[in-house]
């Protein structure tokens, strides 16, 4: 049975014997000598090994008696490092100062060594001896015997008759090999096994993957190109130019037949179109926001206010539905107008009074059955100032911008822009346009508006086919006489109207507002004068209104805290109520001809009945939760009794009149009260008789 290799550690610092031929005796006598000076028995290989594995001293370790042997010293291992810091300060930002950290790395490097042993008697060195070739078994190597090897000064010498030679003189000797291995330590054994082990994982084999496509079609092309060639084809492209262009005066009038049809086949083609559910989900989401704002919608039926039975004639005025868009935050209300066919439905225009800070406007469609979200929305590049939507047809609205131009919206039209709209070609306003009024169709039955501006010129606006025609009804000046035309007067003498409104029964008179603080009365078919000049306010007039009942009266406000109501036959006012702010805006109601309410900049309503006080507001209620909240507008619902209010921060809000706003006259037991606008008439005829001066001026 082979030895392990070990054995060969041990006879190389025991020394064992070696079978070499010429020395084999030589040898022999050195080896017994050392055993002798060792104290090291030599037997067979049993007894070899076993002195292999004997522990040998150091020479400088230290001789202990038998009771220090003995002796029990407990030693306590802890994980601490007694060399670490215990006083670490480090700087706490929470609490501005120097603390002491307790936690401290207790961990102590002393010695790191990669190592690459193996040991003798694992399985890896087994298969690494093997790989390499090496016998299991190997001759031991004297130590003592090396230098012999090296050193030609003692050779070993042969025997004829096979004795064997002593060398007593080379060990007595001080400088022989022999005196030189005695003085030699001996090593010490390894306490311990290294091990090394490594592993190398699998590297995946790559793997390719390739596709091709079809290469496109090809087509070679080749021709030749001279003068005359040319010149045709430019021929050819000229007359398909004016063919064109002969085809596009025709295709114009067709137009809007095509867009329509072509409309109708998407909506046919697309399956999944959400046109399909825009009715169901827009009722639906009223059915929410009724059932949200029910008590609300409660008040608005049903509530009448029973203490106005103890307020003296005194009115109040109940919030309902307060109405805002998210983008048209930062606008101001410019323009408020009630739909006359269907009634919940009302239009605000969006924009801005201050003239430094002009950008975007928008046009907005509210209904009462949805305050939550606007029914439609045309945002547009320019301010609107006012608008106006056409009593038949209520699908157009006619409205004006701050940059001159006036354009008319058809709701049933898809897309964001204005059906019409006017340019510079065109002959567009080339200051802003305060007013916009909706006109009897034409002897052609064309749709026609007029509008105002501040360039002084009051404008006819006729829609014929796809475009606006225009016809200058008249241009304001200072100085009474009207221009005849843009070089007769000076750019100085023209005066910049602010506010207009035709007459309710007489198509041909209007009256029209200046910023200078007069009113013109006009006439559509005599516009080389005015036919009359009232001197109202100190500053600009902002609103001038018909009274829906009495054909004579009629009522302006302005910026210089006064409201005024006129007998358009006499100069003088025959109101004068003066509401301690500047007012906005002013309008009738549309159920008594003595009832009108006006808004004022600080945020307050003022509702007045001429038949119970003609000298105070029966109503003065402030409904703007901020005081720099001004309001704009009023208008007041056709059938109702609700009024909407505009306010410079893009609100709209709704109010209820209370009954002693709109009271009607008691009527006599056993007498049935008259109704009809005869009555309203007779009502105002009545307040104006007592003030009439006996002299008129003459129309």
Not at 74 to 96: C, D, G, M
Not at 439 to 455: A, E, I, R, T
Not at 489 to 505: L, N, P, R
Not at 524 to 544: C, G, I, P, W
């Amino acid at each position: 049975m082979p030895l392990p290799n070990n054995n060969l550690g041990a006879s190389v610092r025991k020394g064992s014997i070696i079978q070499k031929l010429p020395v084999a005796k030589l040898t022999k006598v050195s080896s017994k000598k050392k055993d002798d000076e060792e104290g090291v028995d030599t037997g067979d290989g049993l007894d070899e090994w076993s002195g292999g594995k004997a522990l040998t001293k150091p020479a400088g370790q230290l001789e202990l008696t038998e009771a220090e042997l003995k002796e029990e010293i407990t030693r306590i291992l802890t994980a601490n490092n007694p060399h670490a810091p215990q006083n670490i300060v480090r700087y706490s930002f929470k609490e501005r100062s120097y603390k002491s950290t307790s936690i401290v790395d207790q961990l102590a490097v002393h010695f790191v060594l990669e190592g690459s042993l193996l040991h003798q008697d694992s399985d890896e060195a087994r298969r690494l001896r093997a790989k390499e070739s090496l016998p299991e078994e190997t001759a031991t190597v004297d130590i003592g015997a090396e230098p012999d090897e090296e050193n030609p000064e003692t050779p070993a010498i042969p025997v004829e008759d096979g004795g064997e030679v002593e060398e007593g003189g080379v060990e007595d000797r001080p400088d022989s090999v022999a005196s030189k291995t005695d003085k030699q330590e001996p090593k010490l054994t390894n306490q311990f096994n290294f091990s090394e082990r490594a592993s190398l994982t699998l590297t995946n084999p790559l793997r390719e993957r390739s596709c091709q496509t079809e290469p496109p079609p090809r087509s070679i092309f080749s021709a030749t190109a001279n003068q005359w060639e040319i010149y045709d084809a430019y021929v050819e492209e000229l007359q398909k130019q004016e063919k064109n262009k002969e085809k596009q005066k025709s295709v114009q009038s067709r137009k809007h037949n095509d867009k329509s049809k072509k409309k109708m086949m998407l909506m046919e083609t697309q399956s999944d179109d959400i046109t399909k559910v825009a009715k169901a989900s827009k009722i639906f989401e009223r059915m929410v926001n009724q059932n949200t704002f029910d008590d609300i919608a409660q008040d608005f039926k049903y509530f009448e206010d029973a203490s106005d039975e103890f307020r003296d004639q005194k009115g109040t005025l109940l919030p309902l539905w307060k109405f805002q868009y998210d983008k048209a935050r930062r606008l101001s209300v410019t323009a408020l107008c009630w739909n006359k066919k269907y009634q919940d439905l009302f239009a605000v225009g969006m924009g801005s009074y201050d003239f430094s800070k002009q950008g975007r406007g928008m046009l907005i469609f509210y209904s009462l059955k949805n305050s939550a979200f606007p029914e439609y929305i045309y945002p547009t590049s320019s301010g609107i100032l006012c608008l106006d939507i056409h009593e038949q047809h209520s699908y157009l609205v006619a409205v004006g911008f701050y940059d001159g131009c006036v354009a008319v919206y058809n709701l049933k039209e898809e897309g964001l822009e204005p059906v019409y709209k006017s340019t510079a070609k065109t002959g567009k306003h080339t200051d802003p346009v305060w007013q916009v009024r909706w006109q009897n169709d034409d002897m052609d039955s064309n749709h026609n508006f007029c509008s105002v501006s501040s360039d002084g010129r009051v404008v006819s606006w006729t829609l014929v086919k796809n475009e606006l025609v225009f016809t200058d009804i008249i241009r304001l000046s200072l100085n009474g006489t009207v221009s005849e035309g843009p070089d007769s007067v000076q750019q100085s003498s023209i005066a910049c109207g602010t506010s207009f409104d035709f007459h309710k029964q007489i198509d041909y008179l209007f009256l029209v507002g200046t910023e200078e603080g007069k009113i013109h009365k006009c006439s559509k078919t005599y516009s080389s004068q005015f036919l009359e000049t009232y001197n109202a306010h100190s500053m600009a007039v902002d609103t001038v209104k018909w009274n829906h009942f009495h054909p004579k009266v009629f009522i302006s406000c302005s910026s210089d805290w006064t409201v005024k109501i006129w007998d358009h036959t006499i100069n003088t006012p025959m109101f004068t109520f003066d509401l301690n702010a500047a007012v906005g805006d002013v309008a009738w109601s549309p159920y008594s001809s003595t009832v009108f309410s006006a808004v004022t900049t600080d945020g307050t309503v003022h509702v007045f009945d001429l038949n119970v006080n003609k000298y105070k507001a029966i109503c003065q209620q402030q409904v703007v939760a901020k005081k720099k909240t001004k309001l704009t507008h009023i208008e007041f619902n056709p059938i109702y009794p609700v009024i909407i209010l505009g306010n410079d921060r893009g609100y709209v809000t709704s109010l209820k009149l209370s009954p002693n706003l709109r009271k009607k006259p008691k009527a006599k037991k056993g007498q049935e009260l008259p109704k009809g606008p005869e009555v309203e008439i007779a009502k105002m005829e009545k307040l104006l008789s007592f003030l009439r001066e006996p002299e008129r001026s003459t129309v």
